[in-house]
């Protein structure tokens, strides 16, 4: 995955469609980083590809970051794979 960065809404949410593979590795990490996933479906291009994506809803663990402004999340796997989400 290349670096990639996508802003929290004023709500505290955010949006983002990424391959299975990387998506899941981010849907593992976000708990650690005081991230909930609110919501998850599967993409695909045409009715006759398979699923190649999947698209993610986060949200900011208010509980957990009542004082944290800014959650950054950086996934490592086979090299440096970062991925920040900022507010």
């Given at each position: 995955?290349?670096?990639?960065?996508?802003?929290?809404?004023?709500?505290?949410?955010?949006?983002?469609?990424?391959?299975?593979?990387?998506?899941?590795?981010?849907?593992?990490?976000?708990?650690?980083?005081?991230?909930?996933?609110?919501?998850?479906?599967?993409?695909?291009s045409t009715a006759n590809k398979p699923v190649s994506r999947l698209l993610i809803a986060l949200a900011r663990d208010t509980a957990a970051t009542a004082s944290d402004t800014r959650t950054p999340l950086i996934i490592h796997e086979s090299g440096a794979i970062p991925l920040t989400l900022r507010r």
């Amino acid at each position: 995955m290349a670096c990639l960065h996508t802003l929290l809404s004023d709500t505290g949410t955010a949006s983002l469609i990424l391959p299975q593979y990387e998506g899941k590795q981010l849907i593992a990490a976000a708990p650690a980083h005081h991230l909930v996933c609110t919501a998850v479906c599967e993409v695909q291009s045409t009715a006759n590809k398979p699923v190649s994506r999947l698209l993610i809803a986060l949200a900011r663990d208010t509980a957990a970051t009542a004082s944290d402004t800014r959650t950054p999340l950086i996934i490592h796997e086979s090299g440096a794979i970062p991925l920040t989400l900022r507010r």
